[in-house]
């Protein structure tokens, strides 16, 4: 760690872990029947893993709504606001910095949960990837009804093709993210924030004072 004095804060309430742990099993569970759908092999037999997955896909999405309205009436989605401020040096920081036991150029705050390139990456999945991928899987679970809602020229392997690549982007962000959850100054810290809501964190530093920490560490 950087030797600056540390404090316990609560980080995440109570809506934001639920919501972290619930979309967490809905997408694990869809991953799990959505390639055993296209590959023949798993867990369950073909019409129960299309059954699960409709109704966890629905799920899903009813939820991903009830998450948007939380953001937009609590003010949180200002936490996604993209920044290219350190953007450099947290990318210096994963790709090296990390690896020589350096501190984290942006800590953590209440008024900034999420680091520059978090705020990228998240804003990304949350106003692209997620709505993509829960577009095309509604529109593939509403197949039959297409002519009726006018769509009936739209291509299947089109859709289809745009939802298998998107559900590999997921995955792929669900290891990454698997494996920035040990990169805490303890193992386990970032695991633990989000169950408990406390996370710790450098004292005595807010947001505007990003310049003056990274000049500290230089002298």
Request: glycine share 6%; hydrophobic share 50%.
């Amino acid at each position: 760690m950087s030797g600056f004095r540390m404090k316990l804060i609560y980080l995440y309430s109570r809506y934001e872990r639920f919501w972290h742990w619930f979309q967490a099993a809905l997408i694990i569970i869809l991953l799990v029947t959505g390639f055993q759908v296209n590959s023949g092999y798993g867990l369950f037999d073909f019409h129960t893993a299309v059954d699960i997955h409709n109704y966890t896909g629905l799920t899903w999405l009813i939820a991903f709504a009830f998450f948007v309205f939380w953001m937009f009436t609590t003010g949180e989605w200002k936490q996604y606001i993209p920044t290219t401020k350190k953007m450099l040096a947290v990318i210096r920081y994963y790709a090296y910095g990390i690896f020589r036991g350096e501190a984290h150029p942006v800590p953590k705050r209440l008024d900034a949960k999420h680091n520059p390139l978090q705020r990228l990456t998240y804003l990304s999945l949350a106003a692209f990837l997620l709505p993509v991928q829960m577009a095309t899987g509604f529109l593939y679970w509403g197949y039959n009804s297409w002519a009726s809602w006018g769509i009936g020229g739209l291509a299947l392997e089109f859709v289809a093709l745009i939802h298998t690549a998107c559900a590999f982007a997921i995955l792929s962000f669900l290891i990454v993210h698997i494996y920035m959850t040990t990169t805490g100054h303890k193992i386990s810290a970032h695991v633990k924030a989000m169950i408990t809501g406390w996370e710790e964190v450098e004292a005595d530093e807010k947001v505007e004072a990003w310049e003056e920490r990274e000049a500290a560490q230089k002298a």
